[in-house]
């Protein structure tokens, strides 16, 4: 109980759980649009690399994030060019695109900054302090320090929300991962919508890789996402989906992770600590979530000329 | 008024090396109804799918009003006016109605979002206009699959369609629900839309239209006027031979009906989220007889079959097969003591499209004798076995090692029947088998029907078509939510009580007590 | 091929062609070049021996565990004369090659592997330990820095709970006891050495339970550590090379390891003939370990009771132990 | 002519695939030939190289026919690499176990205990999905690294520990080692054991009425309950025994190359794997050549590095450009395809919208 008081404990929760729920945001916008994605750790990391590169050049965290986005919706246009131009299978462009990407960004780490790593004036993204949030019990000291990339995910929650159930650009993404036919059936171009999917996945997994590099720290080493892509995929599907379900799997994670962190250093062995957030997330997903429903037509390659 | 006239002209398509239509020209205006008449495969669907811009023909030019339409481009078509209602509903199940209906053509609010109240307005206006009621904020997936198909109109209709194309539409269709559309195409025609309606069933196209186009493998083959034609006329043209459409049960009734196999007692399935309830029912199915099922689509024959073929386990009730309870047995068990199930969604269901013909014909069979070989399968002998049906119920292209999938629709029916029917099966319960077929696959497969009857199986066939029902069966029990709301034998059918039972208008009884 | 640049100080030239064919490999662990810690400072020993001593040098870095063997192999095989493995995770690796190239010699550093031609660097790291543990205990108890709270709370984040992590953090513990047996010391391990995220967020979680001196010995996952310390405006220690260009204000000081010293010795002695087989230690009495520079913030009077314990430890007045008390 | 395109492409795809990464390696300073030859001398230049290879190779085809298994059934494993680590771990404590066995048992039980590790681990999810439709995505994950720490705990506090400040586990009898093939070399007889898998993965997936049954699953879930197949069943099975080969492969890991359980025994091969079957399309057959692949470029890798100072990370790039023309294999036929399109007379009223 008084482990659950403690602010810091949310703190860790959202640190840990921002750029989970980035680039599980992403991936909700590619998989509704019917293309399954499991490249967001590649983009991550591009980004990560390339937001840093860029803030180390330019001196100006803005200008590495804005790169490092840029780099993410590169790889995801890449991804796009295999996956639905040349109707490759997703799940396997998926993996080459994160081959790719921890290849080419230790690469060029190493082509560009040697066995010294980034350097280490690269500036970071800022930490924003909003005094009045501090006043909420609990929660509250997590909440009014945060960096900026922290509080943007607030209005990215609700623009994703916004634009997937109330505009209609998002209501024919949905369409497109449900079935694609009637998109086409209503004269849309079912390609079209779908790469905007894939492509606002690439900008957001772009968000959580500066939130690595550049956000919470300000450098970069070799596979740094450490396989949180991946996690992002599973909180993606224990979120059914959904902005909202997303949000509450990403956090939910965190707050596990954050906990088996705290939780270290008592007597129970480190490692069995470890274990906890795998563990309790895989109870909660087959005691509490059960099934979950993906769009209808994730991952069928579309083809033309086939109804 | 402002009459809408399209124009096709000369269309080629070609997939590979078939060509699939073949210089097809035609021409409808407003206030016409024409119907387009064609064997399975013979091309009608492709030559829609251009109009409507879905293909892009080879060769050949489409225009409305005059003004040529780019090929390939469904916006274009849309916009000229062209509204396809296509044969698999291009409805999104888990949306709501509403969602399908202004997909694509969203009406905006003055910050860009979708403009739900205006929507909404419209899509009552369009349903007042045209007498099609809808829920707008129900999920399609509830709908029943006549709602589904005004929901297919009303979004032709919200997208301003003054050509309608009807690809197939009352192949799902009970009669109630097919004389409900065929009022509406006539109130279409009425305001002056262009009407193109196509079907495997003569006498609708009797009924509706004014002109008949006949397209044989790709090709017209001629136009007739409606008046000027019959039923008889029209299959030979269509098949190029005669064909047999009136032939019946065998006359000599119930004589060859043998003891009873298959017994129904009270049998009662809960309803769930997905399934509707069933029962408490009773029936007794006899040796060598076809036990008709007839009933609105949704009204439980789905689940009655499923339950006979085990998928489904009943709640309360029993269910009895010569003698011995079937109630404790799986679906393997029940295939064991002959039981066969030809399911009506042959695609989803019944094959595995990406499975060989060959593959597909053992199936039901493989993990037993005499399939059944060590951990293995005598693969060899499951070849044999699939050539010999292959050839015997005459499967085109007669390549065991094809995928079902590039079958056509009517020779997968017939690779289904050919499995279930080579299993000598002492019960067969068979759901929708000639949906979706062409007259001659039609004739076909209610020949096989019968023959397998005559030789001492028990058919329970479960039908939308009261004609099929009434040609095959010897018994007819109407289903109406869950329940059997009465049985006729032969001498006692007509059409129009048992179409009243369907919808329920007489009390329920309970068969055989 | 590289490693034909002719030195520019030290040998002289007959002794450089000798040099030029003194081929020596470098393995890395999967940390790589870049960790900012024992790799990195191994690559340099070996890119000093290059200039200094003109000797053809190799390295390459293990991307997989499972590079070890055929890396070490494959050096010998290519008749290198002596092959370094860097880190206690190669040992094993170490022990089967050796034992299969007996002419050429082998260097392991951080683990004691035994054959005739097998040289172990092995660091007293228990003692700089010590001293940046002591250094941290004063600095807690006479509130020497500002932002100091008055919890008497430090924390500790280890890589991994093996030896060369763990001396260094037994040290530690020793140090700072030997101050205040009262001091709280948290301790957590990452399990992982190349994750700063992870890194970050374990060290936040130990400045929530109030530590406000960190300790860390988790390799490239230790870079979070730091950059969590500054962040929270409290104070870090660095491991291995001297950290504090990292973040001037936060690490206050570093527990350093001579790797970098170690390698070029040992390269020197191979090149010279005089290389012995069998463990060597480097300690604080031979430079081979050490505490850097502490910043110039902390009261003098400190860091001079600091510098006393070092004699005190060269002469074995104190002997820090090599394990972690159970607590 | 269509039969020889079919092998054709496969490798013209992986020849561009390395054109490709040739030409990155070229403008970035490193001759395309340099790194291509290094790649080819390190992995099969020669045979103390080709068998380092094989090494890698061994738990790449296990684990790879294991996720292939699950694909069959329509079923995403994405933890092989825990069940991996499980077998490893049971092989590490039964091997280890002393005693005097009879000739051969001590190293069938722990082959075996290996095998039965992975499928137990492989196991739970099965049951998850099955009966509480908890995704496989999410569950093989997370209890992958579950697992790992779980190895980690057995051997630093656990009932695996070697007494010792290292964290190991003790070392396995040596009757319960595999034989080493080539000296100084990790190549144990696991080969032999490995290439018996695959021919026993064809058979099961080809030959046998469960491969018959997986198939039908992955294939139509609604068609194989129609046949009377319990897909709760087929489902745990699917799993299990996928696991049971990755336990396999973390076991004969233990037994022949390192002998006991260590921190640094891990490796990636559990996620190397996934692309390894991904890329022979669930083909038992197939999985041979694209584990070959894999094993080559990470063993021709630090032989780039050490004798032509080409950054490791190379690898990877080769790797992911392999992968993404594999999968892009459509890009010959689209080449082709536009060609043709543009000998052939355009269509009468062509849109501006070409799609
Ligand atoms: N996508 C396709 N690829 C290849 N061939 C096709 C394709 N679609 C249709 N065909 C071919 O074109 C022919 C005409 O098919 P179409 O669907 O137009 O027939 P139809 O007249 O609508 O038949 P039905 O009465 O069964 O609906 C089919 O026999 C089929 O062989
Ligand atoms: N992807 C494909 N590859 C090869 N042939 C195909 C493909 N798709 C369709 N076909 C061809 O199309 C035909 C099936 O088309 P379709 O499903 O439209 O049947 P249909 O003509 O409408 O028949 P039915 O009315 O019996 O359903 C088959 O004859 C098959 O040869
Ligand atoms: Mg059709
Ligand atoms: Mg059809």
Redesign the pocket.
């Known amino acids: 109980m008084h482990l659950l008081l403690n602010p810091e404990l949310w703190t860790l929760t959202i640190s840990i759980a921002v750029p989970l729920i980035y680039a599980a945001l992403g991936g909700m916008f590619s998989e509704r649009g019917g293309v399954v994605n499991i490249a967001m750790e590649g983009m991550m990391l591009t980004s990560a690399f390339v937001s840093v590169a860029f803030a180390a050049m330019t001196h100006n965290a803005w200008i590495g994030l804005g790169m490092g986005v840029l780099s993410g919706a590169a790889m995801a246009l890449l991804f796009s060019w295999a996956a639905l131009v040349l109707k490759a299978d997703q799940v396997v462009v998926g993996m080459a695109v994160n081959l790719l990407a921890l290849g080419l960004t230790g690469y060029l780490l190493d082509a560009f900054y040697g066995y010294n790593g980034t350097p280490i004036s690269t500036p970071s993204l800022p930490t924003w302090h909003l005094a009045f949030l501090s006043g909420i019990p609990v929660i509250g000291p997590a909440l009014s320090q945060e960096n900026v990339l922290t509080y943007l995910l607030i209005p990215v929650l609700l623009a994703a929300q916004y634009a997937l159930f109330r505009t209609p650009w998002g209501l024919r993404l949905r369409s497109m991962g449900e079935k694609p036919q009637a998109g086409r059936s209503a004269g849309l171009k079912v390609r079209r919508y779908q790469l905007s999917g894939v492509l606002l996945s690439g900008v957001l997994s772009g968000i959580a890789g500066a939130y690595l590099s550049i956000g919470v720290l300000n450098g970069f080493t070799v596979d740094m996402t450490a396989g949180r892509g991946y996690i992002a995929l599973a909180a993606m599907i224990l979120g059914n989906w959904r902005p909202s379900g997303v949000v509450w799997a990403g956090l939910m994670f965190g707050f596990l992770s954050a906990l088996s962190i705290q939780l270290q250093g008592s007597v129970i062995p480190p490692d069995i600590v470890l274990m906890v957030p795998y563990l309790l997330t895989v109870v909660a997903v087959a005691g509490i979530v059960g099934r979950t429903t993906p769009p209808a037509a994730d991952g069928i390659p579309y083809q033309e000329?086939?109804l | 008024m402002n009459v809408a006239q399209l124009e096709v002209s000369n269309i080629t398509k070609r997939?590979?090396s078939?060509v699939?239509n073949d210089r097809i020209s035609l021409s409808v205006s407003g206030g016409e109804v024409l119907a387009i008449l064609?064997?399975?495969?013979?091309?009608?669907?492709?030559?829609m799918k251009v109009v409507s811009g879905f293909l892009r023909p080879d060769a050949g030019e489409i225009r409305v009003n005059g003004t040529l339409l780019p090929s390939g481009n469904p916006e274009a078509a849309i916009r000229a006016g062209i509204g396809m209602i296509h044969?698999h509903f291009m409805l999104i199940p888990r949306m709501t109605v509403m969602e399908n209906l202004i997909l694509g053509f969203e009406p905006r609010t003055r910050w860009g979002q979708i403009d739900y109240g205006r929507a909404r307005s419209t899509v009552r206006q369009l349903a007042d206009r045209f007498g099609m009621p809808i829920d707008p904020d129900k999920p399609v997936e509830r709908l029943t699959v006549g709602e589904q198909q005004r929901v297919e109109i009303l979004k032709a209709f919200y997208r301003g369609a003054e050509i309608l194309i009807l690809?197939?539409p009352t192949a799902l269709l009970t009669p109630q629900e097919s004389e409900h559309l065929f009022e509406s195409i006539r109130e279409f025609s009425r305001q002056g839309l262009a009407v193109i309606f196509?079907s495997?069933k003569l006498d609708e196209v009797l009924a509706i239209s004014q002109r008949v186009l006949v397209?044989r493998s790709?090709r017209v083959v001629d136009t007739v006027p409606t008046s000027s034609t019959d039923a008889p006329t029209l299959a030979r043209l269509m098949v190029g031979r005669d064909v047999n459409l009136g032939m019946g049960r065998r006359g000599n009734g119930t004589a060859s009906i043998g003891e009873p196999i298959l017994t129904l007692d009270q049998l009662e399935i809960a309803r769930t989220r997905e399934h509707q309830g069933l029962g408490p029912l009773s029936l007794e199915l006899r040796a060598g007889e076809i036990m008709g099922i007839a009933g609105v689509d949704g009204n439980g024959q789905q689940e009655l079959a499923e339950t006979v073929a085990g998928l489904l386990p009943h709640t309360r009730g029993s269910l009895r097969f010569a003698g011995e309870s079937l109630d404790n047995l799986g679906v393997r068990d029940r295939l064991a003591r002959g039981l066969a199930y030809v399911p009506a969604d042959r695609q989803g269901e019944g094959l595995v499209l990406d499975f060989k013909i060959w593959e597909n014909f053992i199936l039901r069979d493989y993990y037993r004798p005499p399939y059944r070989r060590g951990a293995g399968m005598d693969v060899r002998l499951a070849r044999q076995q699939a050539e010999a049906a292959v050839k015997a119920f005459d499967i085109r292209p007669q390549n065991i090692e094809l995928p079902a999938r590039a079958l056509?629709?009517?020779n997968q029916q017939k690779l289904l029947l050919a499995r279930e029917m080579s299993r000598k099966p002492r019960v067969m319960v068979v759901a929708q088998p000639t949906r979706?077929l062409?007259v001659g696959a039609i004739e076909y497969v209610h020949q096989q029907l019968m023959a397998l009857a005559d030789g001492g199986t028990a058919i329970l066939l479960i039908s939308l078509e009261l004609d099929e029902l009434m040609k095959l069966s010897d018994r007819i029990a109407v289903l109406f939510r869950g329940k059997i709301q009465g049985v006729r034998t032969r001498e006692q059918f007509n059409r129009e009580e048992i179409g009243l039972l369907m919808t329920g208008q007489t009390r329920p009884e309970v068969v055989n007590q | 091929g590289c490693g034909s640049t002719s030195s520019s100080t030290g040998a002289s030239s007959t002794s450089g062609s000798k040099a030029a064919q003194y081929k020596v490999g470098l393995v890395t662990d999967t940390g790589g070049l870049n960790d900012h810690g024992f790799n990195h400072l191994a690559y340099e020993g070996l890119l000093q021996a290059k200039n200094q001593l003109g000797v053809t040098v190799s390295v390459v870095q293990s991307q997989t565990e499972s590079d070890y063997v055929p890396f070490l192999t494959n050096y010998a095989k290519q008749g290198y004369n002596l092959v370094i493995a860097v880190g206690f995770l190669m040992a094993q690796a170490v022990q089967q090659v050796s034992h299969e190239f007996p002419h050429t010699h082998f260097m392991i550093i951080d683990d004691e592997v035994n054959g005739p031609n097998v040289t172990s660097s092995l660091f007293e790291t228990q003692q700089c330990g010590y001293l940046v543990g002591e250094l941290a205990g004063l600095i807690q108890k006479d509130h020497a820095l500002p932002n100091i709270n008055n919890d008497n709370t430090l924390g500790v984040v280890g890589g991994m709970s093996i030896p060369p992590v763990n001396t260094y953090i037994a040290g530690f513990y020793a140090g700072v006891h030997a101050v205040d047996p009262s001091a709280k010391i948290l301790l957590k391990y990452t399990n992982d050495f190349n994750n700063p995220n992870n890194g970050q967020v374990f060290a936040q979680s130990e400045i929530a339970q109030h530590a406000d001196i960190i300790f860390q010995v988790a390799g490239g996952s230790g870079l979070g550590v730091i950059t969590a310390a500054q962040q929270a405006h409290v104070y870090a220690i660095g491991v291995d090379a001297d950290q504090n260009y990292l973040a001037p204000n936060t690490v206050i000081t570093s527990a350093e390891k001579g790797v970098n010293v170690a390698t070029f010795d040992t390269i020197k002695e191979g090149l010279d003939g005089t290389l012995k087989a069998g463990p060597q230690y480097f300690s604080l009495a031979n430079n081979g370990v050490g505490m850097a520079p502490p910043i110039s913030a902390i009261p003098r009077s400190i860091v001079n009771q600091v510098l006393q314990s070092e004699k005190e430890i060269i002469s074995g007045k104190i002997v820090p132990p090599t394990n972690i008390p159970n607590s | 002519m269509k039969i020889s395109w079919q092998w054709l492409k496969p490798l013209l795809t992986v020849v561009l695939g390395l054109v490709i990464s040739g030409l990155i390696g070229q403008v970035t300073g490193y001759p395309a030939l340099q790194v291509m030859s290094a790649l080819w001398q390190g992995s099969v230049g020669n045979f103390y190289n080709l068998a380092n290879t094989l090494v890698i190779f061994i738990p790449l085809v296990l684990t790879g026919l294991g996720i292939a298994l699950a694909f069959r059934a329509g079923l995403f494993n994405i933890g092989a690499q825990g069940q991996y680590w499980m077998g490893a771990i049971a092989a590490a404590w039964i091997g280890a176990l002393p005693g005097h066995w009879p000739w051969g048992t001590h190293l069938l039980a722990t082959l075996l205990a290996s095998i039965l590790a992975g499928g137990l681990y492989g196991l739970i999810p099965g049951v998850l999905k099955a009966y509480r439709g908890a995704h496989e995505v999410i569950t093989t994950m997370m209890l992958s690294y579950a697992a790992i720490e779980f190895g980690h705990y057995l051997i630093e506090k656990g009932p695996l520990m070697l007494p010792g400040p290292v964290p190991q586990s003790p070392p396995l009898q040596t009757d319960a080692t595999l034989p080493i093939l080539v000296p100084t070399t990790e190549l144990s007889a696991g080969l032999w054991l490995a290439l018996a898998a695959v021919v026993l993965a064809a058979w099961l997936f080809y030959r046998t009425r469960l491969g018959f049954e997986v198939t039908l699953l992955g294939k139509n879930a609604k068609a194989a309950r129609l046949a009377g197949v319990s897909v709760a069943r087929l489902t745990i099975i699917s799993l299990a025994v996928g696991g049971m080969f990755a336990g396999l492969a973390g076991g004969i890991q233990i037994m022949g190359v390192t002998h006991q359980l260590f921190d640094s025994f891990a490796d990636q091969y559990g996620y190397t794997a996934i692309v390894v079957a991904l890329l022979a399309r669930n083909n038992p057959w197939g999985v041979v050549p694209a584990a070959f692949l894999f094993a080559a470029l990470q063993s021709g890798a630090g032989y780039m590095q050490m004798n032509a100072n080409i950054p490791a990370q190379m690898a990877y790039v080769i790797q992911g450009v392999i992968v993404f023309m594999v999968a892009a294999d459509r890009i010959f036929d689209w080449v082709l395809a536009n060609k043709k399109a543009k000998t052939r007379p355009p269509a009468v009223g062509v849109g501006k919208e070409a799609l």
């Open positions: 000329e086939s | 997939f590979g078939l699939a064609g064997e399975n495969g013979a091309g009608k669907s492709t030559l044969q690809d197939e196509i495997h397209i790709g056509s629709g009517g979706g062409d």
